[in-house]
């Protein structure tokens, strides 16, 4: 009888065993979102958390582009050229330096500062660096401090000038998430990764169950790498939330490739050639309210002689 007992006992602690196990099993690690009314959850592959190894880069040609909100007239003289540009929406009228690098990558870079890149960084960019270009252009009227901003600071820039990261992040994260419709694997980089990590529970991508299957798919379909938004900016969307493993600071922005722009950026006065090409961009009037874009008319003029070029842009 005691036997028998025993044996019941055993069979019960074994099924409560079994059934810890398996409620383990499924809560952390096979479908965790079951257990969850929060969120949805995507398997990552390929975690890791890295240290930054700050990049630069030598400039090879420069383009800063004015964007004049619909405010301002354009000028009548001149030859401008109309189009739809899908590439200015996100920068909230910023003048973008447009830059060619010596290994023939590019960049676009708002001439602001941030935290998070495309951004320069007010650690570098600062009224020391304007000081030390202006000594380039002798005929220049010095700017009072208060009318000091990075505009006239990058309007100096020179050919052979080193853009370097200055990262406000120690760390990376770098992980991939597998495309619902598609299958295929998209490699993401999320700044300021300093986490927790248990290397015995497997990480997962959250989205908010509150948002629409339309919603949560367009996360996926918005990876580009290749476009001069190389980002996703969890702080506009509420389909992206974070990842499952706790994390003591990150940044709002998840990023598609690691570029030299995704830090904020400093200025190296390397380069010893002028030439600086400057685009004057209006916006116009969109009757047709295309949200796919901003109609916009451009003019550009590329600079050699610094004398002209003080008068012209920098004198102004």
């Given at each position: 009888m005691k036997k028998l007992k025993l044996k019941k006992r055993y069979m019960i602690l074994s099924l409560i065993a079994s059934l810890t196990i398996v409620y383990m099993g499924l809560r952390y690690y096979i479908k965790p979102e079951w257990f969850d009314s929060e969120f949805t959850y995507h398997k990552v592959y390929q975690y890791k958390v890295s240290k930054i190894k700050p990049q630069k880069k030598i400039i090879k040609d420069i383009n800063i582009e004015i964007i004049h909100d619909q405010k301002e007239q354009k000028p009548t003289e001149g030859q401008w050229q109309e189009s739809t540009r899908t590439?200015?929406?996100?920068?909230?009228?910023?003048?973008?330096?447009?830059?060619?690098?010596?290994?023939?990558?590019?960049?676009?870079?708002?001439?602001?500062?941030?935290?998070?890149?495309?951004?320069?960084?007010?650690?570098?960019?600062?009224?020391?660096?304007?000081?030390?270009?202006?000594?380039?252009?002798?005929?220049?009227?010095?700017?009072?401090?208060?009318?000091?901003?990075?505009?006239?600071?990058?309007?100096?820039?020179?050919q052979g000038d080193t853009l370097f990261q200055i990262p406000e992040a120690n760390t990376v994260i770098q992980f991939q998430v597998k495309n619902?419709?598609?299958?295929?694997?998209?490699?993401?980089?999320?700044?300021?990764?300093?986490?927790?990590?248990?290397?015995?529970?497997?990480?997962?991508?959250?989205?908010?169950?509150?948002?629409?299957?339309?919603?949560?798919?367009?996360?996926?379909?918005?990876?580009?790498?290749?476009?001069?938004?190389?980002?996703?900016?969890?702080?506009?969307?509420?389909?992206?939330?974070n990842l499952s493993v706790s994390q003591k600071y990150r940044f709002f922005k998840l990023f598609y490739s690691d570029q030299l722009s995704n830090l904020p950026l400093g200025v190296s006065p390397t380069g010893n050639t002028f030439k600086t090409t400057i685009t004057d961009t209006y916006i116009?009037?969109?009757?047709?309210?295309?949200?796919?874009?901003?109609?916009?008319?451009?003019?550009?003029?590329?600079?050699?002689?610094?004398?002209?070029?003080?008068?012209?842009?920098?004198?102004?």
């Open positions: 590439d200015i929406k996100g920068y909230n009228d910023s003048p973008i330096l447009h830059v060619t690098f010596t290994d023939k990558t590019k960049a676009d870079i708002p001439l602001e500062t941030g935290q998070i890149g495309p951004a320069f960084s007010q650690m570098n960019v600062d009224s020391k660096l304007y000081q030390k270009l202006s000594y380039r252009f002798p005929k220049l009227q010095l700017l009072g401090e208060k009318h000091r901003d990075i505009l006239s600071t990058l309007l100096m820039l020179y619902p419709k598609n299958g295929k694997l998209q490699t993401y980089y999320q700044y300021g990764g300093d986490t927790d990590f248990d290397y015995f529970r497997p990480v997962f991508f959250l989205q908010t169950k509150s948002s629409s299957s339309k919603e949560k798919q367009e996360f996926f379909d918005a990876y580009n790498p290749s476009t001069q938004k190389n980002y996703w900016d969890r702080s506009y969307y509420s389909s992206y939330d116009l009037p969109d009757k047709n309210r295309n949200s796919e874009g901003v109609r916009v008319a451009s003019k550009s003029k590329t600079y050699t002689d610094k004398t002209e070029y003080t008068s012209e842009i920098l004198n102004k």
